[in-house]
């Protein structure tokens, strides 16, 4: 009732009705890749949330006092007002510890949920027309969430973190031309300034996430505007969005799925220790930890600086050092690669018409080879960021693990793509709908790519009804039979006030499908009131109006009995 | 309705109902055990019941409402119609259509362009402007004055006798613990095992090296006595102390540079100078 009065009072001041069962009716794609997106836009809240907290206690600045914590260990000495304060929040502030954790267990499945949304869009060549907005808007996202979780990860100004500020300083400095300034710009002097924490604060809290926020919301109103794309599958074609509607099924399972992600997020936070800053002791120039691992999603970086070789050269007498070329070119490499992607294929394939239905990984073989070489690739640099870590456990020297890195650093992503590609091609060919059914002939015909033809029964016996509601709203279904026992229906997302309407509306979404009238689902019928309808004008409404609500109670009623 | 489907409804209803319920206990939970300073774990395993329970809620609530699914939306296309497309831009061109208006354009253009210049200088300001630049702070360090004792990290200035074979001592300039670019170490080695003569003075077998790795400036920490040779923890170079610090495994291509030191008449170590080249890792005017 209360909320019955409060849409009331809402509409009859901002006209809300038809936009908002617009709205409502909205349909979203029911795939579960679909919720990689919905996992990274959740933990960015979980993010805020917990990081809301923690900024109201962390001590942005390096300027030095005495610890007088309850963490025996430190008890006395004189450390940063960053590394105090935070060690602070994890013993002294009561839930501290909880949140400190969960946010940075937030921040690592916040990346990674951006990692697995990237390669679904990838793989499934969701980025071609007329999406590659959204995948620019998405590269620089996750661009802006690695600088985050790096910026955040380096502020409380312990060994471990200050260890990979240094590494990053100098890669930063490592810029032809402009390295030094570029360096002192950013951090505010020679490694280790004092204005370097207090930036990092800054940006962590307040640019990079007001950034992302408003990159989140241009992201989510192009999708609106340009609606999901859509695996294929009976029904679905290029004029049309299968599916479940916003409200109410799709908002409880995405309201679910949120709540899920907070209780992961805290979970973990509750149970697995992260960072234990208290232990790596503060940052001193003269000492290191060792073995020393990075969050994984820089580690990409540790493990190219560790591979590659020794190369300083000199140009005109100026020094070009080793680490630009791991650091610097790498990174932008990466980053180019990413945000030129659409369009290389598009030049490629010459393919440039707007698609509404995704490919199936197999359908692109190319694609799906270089995809995978690139994954192997940056793994097996991840990898080589804890090559001392593996030295140790297998007992071997350090440098013979890194020639393998090396080779495997090369070697591994060519063999994985050409298989990639080879198996895509043997899945496109032959008749196997699925990778562990593929027989020896399918491999054969995939390496000539001579493809088996599809069924190719033309198209299906489909046809669209529409019919009216209460005598008063009109909607349609897609009906195509299947074969078996029950017709595949899809029914129209929402209501519309004319047969002529509805039948647009079918005819927009299935071009060529024959329209006929059809009978409501069953509960919602009601023999037509022939009077009613031949009135005109106002009164007829109101009749209408007044039959439509006697009918509504009706149903309420025996559904609620 | 039939009598099946009415029952597994009820059953969800149950399911979801229970749900909620232990969401609720999760966050009482999580809340008594705020008050009484309850370990990170129980705080995290309550919140994390609450969220799961309202998780579990409401996707049962989900299925109560039957399958996902069901219903089908027209796209109406991603472009506008040609000539609606041509009308836009049409409208968007309009004030810059003509010689005059082209030409005010083009200085509206040069106009913001400048302010957005001009508005670049102040960024000179982040580079602690009343210090020197990069260029100069990069090359020198403490160590530059002269005849400053090296001290050990506490501070407590470190004697020529005091330095041994086992292990490295690491020092700062005297005054100047902590600084940055300053961290050194000392370590006697036998003179007689050299290939190559270390790149700045030292006395007797006791040599003095920054402590900074040139690959990207870790602290080079961990000594092997017996090869006489310096580890970096963060990317495995290794730098032959007997050969001028040369580095001869991993990504660092330059030699840690040296310290020159002497012996005061106390005893004490002292450094007569700067290191033998800029400390750290490599930049553009390194020389
Ligand atoms: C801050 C990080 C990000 C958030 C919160 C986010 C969120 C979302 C959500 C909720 C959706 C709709 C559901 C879905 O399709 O999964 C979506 C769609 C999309 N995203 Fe992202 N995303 C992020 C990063 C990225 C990245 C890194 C890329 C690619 C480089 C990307 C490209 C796209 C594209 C092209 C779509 C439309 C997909 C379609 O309609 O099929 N996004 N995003
Ligand atoms: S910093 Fe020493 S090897 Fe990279």
């Given amino acids: ?561 | 309705m039939n009598g099946h489907r009415r029952r597994h409804i009820r059953r969800a209803e149950l399911a979801a109902a229970g749900a909620f319920l232990l969401a609720a206990l999760g966050a009482v939970g999580f809340a008594v055990g705020y008050a009484f300073g309850a370990q990170t774990q129980l705080e995290g395993v309550a919140l994390a019941v609450a969220c799961a329970g309202s998780a579990a809620g409401l996707g049962i609530g989900a299925r109560r409402l039957g399958p996902a699914g069901g219903h089908v939306e027209e796209h109406g296309g991603f472009a506008s119609p040609e000539l609606a497309a041509e009308a836009l831009a049409d409208r968007v061109t309009e004030p810059g259509r003509g010689w005059r208006r082209g030409v005010l354009v083009r200085l509206l253009g040069l106009a913001v362009g400048s302010i957005g210049l001009a508005l670049l200088f102040p960024l000179r300001s982040l580079i602690a402007p009343r210090l020197p630049g990069p260029t100069h702070t990069l090359r020198h360090t403490p160590w530059r004055s002269g005849g400053l004792r090296l001290v050990d990290t506490t501070g407590r200035p470190v004697r020529a006798d005091e330095v041994t074979g086992n292990d490295i001592v690491v020092v700062y300039p005297e005054g100047h613990v902590g600084a940055g670019d300053a961290p050194a170490f000392v370590v006697r080695l036998d003179p007689s095992r050299f290939s190559a003569r270390p790149p700045a003075a030292g006395v007797g077998g006791i040599v003095a090296y920054s402590l900074l790795c040139t690959h990207a400036g870790c602290a080079v920490g961990l000594y092997e006595q017996g090869t006489g040779q310096m580890f970096c923890p963060c990317h495995q170079s290794v730098f032959d102390l007997l050969a001028g610090a040369r580095p001869v495994a991993g990504p660092a291509s330059r030699p840690l540079p040296g310290l020159p030191i002497t012996v005061d008449s106390s005893g004490f170590l002292r450094a007569t100078g700067d290191f033998s080249s800029p400390p750290g890792p490599g930049y553009w005017s390194r020389p």
């Fill in chain 1, 1 to 561: 009732m209360i909320v019955r009065r409060l849409v009331r009072l809402l509409d009859s001041r901002l006209r809300l009705s038809a936009p908002v069962r617009r709205a409502m009716a909205k349909v979203f794609p029911d795939h579960w890749t679909f919720m990689f997106g919905e996992i990274a836009l959740y933990s960015f809240v979980a993010l805020v949330l917990t990081g809301t907290f923690l900024a109201l206690f962390f001590e942005p600045s390096t300027t030095d006092r005495v610890y007088h914590g309850s963490y025996q260990p430190l008890h006395g000495k004189t450390i940063s007002a960053a590394y105090a304060s935070t060690v602070e929040l994890s013993f002294d502030v009561r839930a501290g510890l909880l949140v400190r954790q969960a946010h940075h267990w937030a921040a690592l499945v916040f990346i990674g949920a951006i990692l697995l949304h990237l390669a679904r869009i990838f793989f499934t060549g969701a980025f071609r027309k007329p999406r590659e907005i959204n995948w620019l808007v998405g590269v620089t996202m996750l661009t802006l969430a690695l600088l985050n979780g790096f910026t955040g990860y380096s502020m409380p100004d312990d060994l471990l973190s200050g260890t990979g500020l240094r590494i990053a300083y100098s890669v930063v400095e490592s810029i032809p031309l402009l390295g030094g300034w570029l360096a002192f710009l950013l951090f505010g002097g020679e490694f280790p300034a004092d204005q370097t924490v207090p930036r990092m604060f800054f940006a962590h809290v307040f640019l990079v996430p007001a950034a992302l926020a408003g990159l989140i919301t241009l992201h989510m109103l192009i999708l609106v505007r340009q609606k999901h794309s859509q695996f294929p599958a009976p029904g679905r074609n290029e004029h049309n969005v299968v599916g479940s509607r916003l409200w109410p099924s799709y908002t409880l399972r995405t309201l679910a799925l949120f709540a899920a992600v907070l209780a992961v997020t805290f979970a973990l936070g509750g149970l697995f220790q992260i960072n234990p800053v208290w232990i790596y002791g503060p940052y001193d120039p003269a000492r290191a930890t060792s073995p020393a691992q990075p969050d994984w999603y820089v580690a990409w970086e540790e493990g190219a600086l560790r591979l590659f070789p020794a190369a300083d050269f000199r140009i005109f007498g100026y020094l070009v050092p080793s680490p630009f070329f791991p650091g610097v070119v790498l990174g932008a490499l990466t980053f180019l690669a990413l945000y030129a992607w659409p369009f290389l294929e598009a030049r490629v394939t010459g393919e440039r018409t707007a698609h509404q239905l995704l490919d199936r990984p197999r359908d692109h073989p190319a694609r799906l080879g270089v995809g995978v070489a690139a994954l192997l690739f940056y793994s097996v640099l991840v990898g080589a960021a804890a090559d001392d870590v593996f030295a140790r456990l297998l007992r071997v020297p350090v440098t013979s693990l890194v020639w393998t890195f090396r080779f495997l650093a090369l070697g591994l992503p060519l063999a994985g793509g050409m298989l990639a590609y080879y198996l895509a091609r043997a899945l496109r060919a032959g008749s196997a709908p699925e990778f562990a059914e593929l027989t020896r002939a399918d491999l054969h015909r995939g390496a000539k790519d001579d493809r088996v033809p599809g069924d190719g029964d033309g198209p299906p016996a489909a046809r669209i009804e529409v019919w009216q509601e209460f005598g008063l709203v009109w909607r349609w279904r897609y009906v195509e039979p299947t074969g078996g026992a029950k017709d595949l229906e899809l029914t129209s997302n929402i209501d519309y006030p004319s047969e002529q309407e509805a039948a647009k509306a079918a005819r927009a979404a299935y071009p060529g499908v024959p329209i006929g009238p059809g009978r409501p689902p069953p509960g919602l019928e009601l023999p037509a009131a022939p009077a009613t309808r031949r009135l005109g004008g106002p009164l007829a409404r109101v009749f209408r109006l007044a039959a439509w609500l006697v009918v509504l109670r009706a149903v309420r009623r025996s559904r609620s009995r």
